[in-house]
């Protein structure tokens, strides 16, 4: 374990003006002797906006395309007008215009080629703006901090929009990188999300990838622990947006968090745990409005795990059931044809259950895929489905929990384990 060195994730709400910049320099204040590796994500809703600023660049919608590119642009330079004086300025302004020219460039980009790959190179801008911009924040108020490309640090296959790590490849990268850099300027700054393959493309990891970036720096780094800096005050048991008495879950195990998050709990990307649980690095959820709260802590330890009931809701999803249209038993081989087809499509399975003639899943409500679930199993089977249900997860029920959560629902699936009871309402 390399007791000295720390792994802050800071997400997009905590860079998402100048005075989240200063609050997340503050931060860095409480910790004057440790090194740092900073994983920031891209500022405020700047992913969502370079999505809608691909999707111009796909239609080849140059006026739509240049407007929000022209939005993108003032956004930054807004904050970095209020973080930097006149004086300072210079240079974060000619870092950032060049990464604008590149945005540009991109539009000239052959819509024909793969278009995850072309996705990639257009979200991959957030981040890299974001971590120049804190960067140079950071050097100005600390006078240390060194900025790193995660495209050099994180390797991947060529999955893009989803890629796989090439384990060896990333730690053999940051600890030959990232290791002298935490020597000599103690904090260094690099991007959550992004990352590349082999041949140097960039790829990404998946939306609200970047927690999934600070589990594999700290795991390559042996670092003594990751905090990811929130706006909640650690891991509730339940979404504030759908529950008024949330409780702070204040410890609890890998397992737990990693089940909580598999269910839906949107606090932590759910891959970021194992590569933290490999090797017994702690990881601490905690506000960055009040950095010096308790926060969540999440380790080994399992003895806290069945205190509190956790809630996890999914809204918007869609019930399918699939009956084959020679009406044969459903037997390993139609499901492993449904299952083929639905990895196709790409869809991806919230809950399933299967009877003698049909087999039920649940997809996220997604008009695309959808339509692609229904065009790739119409031909073999009869498609029915219910759309705006929604999928409540119980951790560590009991009767009262359960009849709360279904309270004038109708129940249109449901299973229970031992601690986990899951239903599908309308
Ligand atoms: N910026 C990326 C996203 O919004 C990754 C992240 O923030 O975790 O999905």
């Known amino acids: 374990m390399n007791d000295s060195i720390l792994v802050f994730k800071f997400g997009g709400a905590s860079v998402k003006n100048s005075e989240a910049v200063q609050n997340a320099i503050a931060i860095l204040k409480l910790f004057p002797k440790q090194k740092i590796l900073i994983v920031v994500s891209a500022m405020g809703k700047t992913t969502n906006q370079l999505e809608l600023l691909f999707n111009s660049f796909y239609k080849k919608d140059k006026d739509a395309f240049l407007s929000k590119l022209n939005e993108l642009r003032e956004f930054h330079v807004d904050i970095i007008d209020q973080i930097f004086i006149n004086s300072e300025q210079g240079e974060i302004r000619s870092l950032v215009t060049s990464l604008f020219d590149q945005i540009t460039l991109l539009y000239d980009q052959d819509t024909s080629e793969n278009k995850s790959k072309l996705y990639d190179s257009f979200v991959s801008y957030g981040e890299l703006l974001s971590s120049l911009i804190l960067q140079k924040a950071i050097l100005n108020s600390l006078n240390e901090s060194a900025w790193a490309d ?51 493309d960039t790829t990404t990891l998946g939306r609200e990838g970047s927690d999934y970036s600070a589990g594999i720096f700290a795991h390559a780094l042996d670092a003594k622990s990751v905090t990811i800096w929130k706006d909640v005050p650690g891991m509730l048991n339940a979404d504030p947006k759908f529950f008024k008495d949330t409780i702070k879950l204040d410890k609890i195990s890998f397992k737990e968090a990693i089940e909580l998050s598999y269910y839906g709990a949107s606090v932590i990307h759910p891959k970021t745990l194992k590569p933290l649980q490999n090797k017994g690095i702690p990881l601490y959820v905690k506000s960055f409005t009040e950095p010096l709260g308790s926060g969540t802590k999440i380790d080994i330890d399992t003895s806290n795990d069945r205190d509190i009931p956790s809630f996890i809701f999914k809204k918007n999803q869609v019930l399918f059931s699939v009956t084959p249209k020679d009406f044969s038993f459903l037997i390993e081989a139609n499901l492993s044809d449904i299952f083929l087809k639905l990895s196709e499509v790409k869809a991806e399975i919230n809950i399933m259950q299967n009877s003698a003639l049909s087999f039920s899943f649940l997809i996220d409500e997604d008009t695309d895929k959808l339509k692609d679930v229904i065009e790739i199993l119409s031909p073999t089977y009869l498609v029915k489905y219910n759309s705006n249900v929604e999928l409540v997860t119980v951790r560590h029920y009991d009767q009262k929990t359960n009849d709360f959560v279904c309270k004038g629902k109708t129940i249109l699936l449901q299973q229970r384990t031992r601690t986990t009871a899951r239903f599908v309402l309308i």
């Open 150 to 200: 995660a495209r050099q640090l994180i390797r991947t296959d060529a999955n893009f929009q989803k890629a796989n790590v090439d384990w060896e490849g990333t730690i053999k990268n940051i600890n030959s990188i990232c290791l002298p850099q935490l020597s000599t300027h103690k904090i260094v700054v690099t991007q959550g999300f992004i990352s590349a393959n082999k041949n140097g």
